[in-house]
């Protein structure tokens, strides 16, 4: 039985390739416990917002997710500043999507000795924050 491993893309001088342009930075994150649906309702009130506008967006946003994708754009943001040397201040969230994860299945008990499909997505969200040049 054979193994498939994923290779990772390498330049010229052996180094990994990035997957996003030089002037993006992202982040990821797995195994959010709500659907995509709702997790997508949120994401989309943050895409294209310069990044302060999607912080105080997401702060006061009433939904129970919003900190956790909080926190998913500070990471990306801290990645844009820390490892790939972009201003913070020009960034703007150009891409948030969301993808399906695992599906826990479970039953509960009804009358008559019945039992009832209850399903608990999971979901998995990115967010790459790109930085735009000011228009003198």
Request: hydrophobic fraction near 40%.
């Amino acid at each position: 039985m054979t193994t498939l491993t994923r290779q990772k893309k390498r330049d010229e001088d052996g180094k990994n390739v990035r997957r996003v342009a030089d002037n993006e930075a992202r982040a990821k994150q797995t195994m959010i416990r709500i659907s995509p649906q709702k997790l997508n309702l949120v994401a989309a009130s943050i895409r294209g917002k310069k990044v302060e506008g999607a912080r105080a967006t997401l702060e006061f946003s009433r939904k129970r997710i919003a900190k956790d994708v909080l926190k998913v754009l500070d990471s990306a943001i801290a990645n844009a500043e820390n490892n790939h040397g972009l201003d913070i201040d020009s960034l703007v969230v150009s891409e948030a999507f969301v993808g399906k994860n695992l599906v826990m299945k479970r039953f509960r008990a009804r009358a008559r000795g019945r039992a009832a499909k209850v399903l608990k997505p999971f979901s998995e969200l990115t967010i790459v924050v790109r930085e735009i040049e000011e228009a003198a």
